[in-house]
């Protein structure tokens, strides 16, 4: 089959407009999925920026900056970690406080191990500059794969260098998975920003648990979408993002360490977590680490207390209760989660 994609829509909508040219091409053939366009040209295929925002009513006008927004049912995925970074699974609900924009809310759902589905999109740089790692990082991927993947999940492999390639859909058909990984293979530049942001737009309609996994040296070289615009579609698809930045093996004082703190940022942001590997085992206890988290993770939602706010970007924070009986040392907890959410969709 031969997909006819759009940019300005989801992965899901992408499939609603396939256009069939040739029915004898193999199902098996790799999608190549557009760049997003040049969001410094002001046309009708330009990245989508924030909504303008909705007419108020007149009685919440004088307000100026502040805004009506709809109140729904806020879902935040959470990990928690003891002080040697260790996944913890043994608290309760009482033992959380949320807050938004620093106001208590009342936890409306709360769930420990979630068994929903988890959607993950494994991203792999396969750039130039990571060729020498290339066939250390597949092998490990496939590895996670094998080790995380239920009936009711799905894995999405993409591969990334001067082009964003998606090599097979959500599935979780293992062969399918390795016959993707086997069609790896190397370009030449880095669309790291375009990776993150088509990556969650591929996740953004999907339901339950929304996971990528990175894996690249942190270069980007030729990405048409900005890091503001990657930001703001992770952010948007509920996307928790890890990272595996793969360190050259020789002490490489000039290289290009602008993505590497950006994947860093939006890692914290996301409420996951960025990894450094340069071997194998590093590779290894990485995707482990990874696999141990999400199968310990609290789902804590919320209805929210306030309908106007003067952003449409809220802020979350979660706390674990200092009196908490289900801990010894509930201090040393430390609480991972998505930083906030928008009011209003980029679409």
């Keep these: 089959m031969c997909f006819s994609l759009n940019p300005k829509r989801s992965f899901a909508a992408w499939a609603g407009g396939l256009v069939c040219v040739l029915a004898a091409v193999s199902l098996t053939a790799q999608t190549t999925v557009p760049r997003p366009p040049d969001a410094n040209k002001p046309t009708a295929t330009t990245v989508p920026h924030p909504p303008e925002k909705q007419p108020q009513a007149p009685a919440e006008q004088d307000a100026g900056t502040t805004i009506r927004v709809n109140v729904k049912l806020v879902n935040v995925f959470s990990t928690v970690t003891n002080g040697g970074g260790a996944p913890v699974s043994s608290l309760k609900q009482e033992d959380f ?24 999109v494994i991203a792999i740089d396969a750039s130039l500059s990571t060729r020498n790692n290339q066939r250390l990082e597949l092998d490990s991927a496939r590895r996670f794969a094998h080790a995380i993947l ?14 964003v390639d998606q090599l097979t859909p959500f599935t979780a058909d293992l062969r399918a998975i390795d016959k993707g990984i086997s069609r790896v293979h190397s370009g030449a530049a880095t669309a790291l920003y375009d990776t993150l942001y088509l990556g969650s737009d591929a996740l953004l309609d999907r339901r339950g648990r929304k996971v990528m996994v990175v894996i690249t040296d942190g270069g980007d070289t030729v990405s048409k979408t900005s890091y503001q615009e990657a930001v703001r579609e992770a952010q948007q698809a509920e996307v928790i993002l890890y990272s595996i930045i793969i360190v050259p093996i020789e ?5 290009d360490i602008g993505g590497e703190h950006a994947l860093i940022q939006l890692s914290r942001d996301t409420g996951g977590k960025y990894f450094y590997a340069s071997s194998l085992e590093q590779l290894d206890a990485a995707f482990r680490q990874i696999g141990d988290e999400l199968r310990t993770q609290y789902l804590i939602a919320y209805y929210p207390n306030a309908r106007l706010s003067d952003s449409e970007f809220r802020r979350i924070e979660i706390k674990i209760n200092p009196s908490t009986q ?8 430390q609480v991972r989660h998505r930083t906030g959410y928008f009011t209003m969709p980029a679409k």
């Design 150 to 163: 239920r009936p009711i999940d799905g894995i999405s492999l993409f591969q990334f260098s001067e082009v």
């Design 326 to 333: 289900n801990y010894p040392n509930p201090l040393e907890l």
């Design 97 to 120: 406080q949320i807050f938004e924009d620093g106001k208590p809310q009342k936890i409306a759902v709360f769930q420990r191990e979630s068994e929903l589905p988890l959607s993950i």
């Design 251 to 255: 002490n490489s004082a000039g290289r």
